[in-house]
């Protein structure tokens, strides 16, 4: 995702600014923020931090890539009236006997 988005942040000749969600792990902000290089900056998601560019990025953004997997960010996205680009993530499967507390 961040290759994609770096090459097509460059090919525009724009710039690109990544803020991770809570529920982005270690090893994915790591992969994602290796792999932008030097075509954008990269703010990791940290609980409790009051410095969360995230709203900051949503108003001046020309151009916005929101993940599939989440929808608040989609609809914070949507909000804004900009382009948005939703970056499909493969479906993880969920064991509904388990997360109904059947299992």
Known sequence: MGRAAADWVRAAGGSLFVVTSPRTGASASAALCDSLGAAGRFYKWRPGDSENPYLGCLAVA??????????????????????????????????????????
Do not use: F, Q
Request: hydrophobic share 40%.
């Open 62 to 103: 020309d151009a916005l890539i929101v993940t599939s997997d989440s929808e608040s960010m989609l609809a914070d996205a949507l909000a804004t009236g900009t382009a948005v680009h939703i970056y499909p993530l493969p479906e993880r499967r969920k064991d509904h006997a388990t997360t109904c507390g059947l299992g």
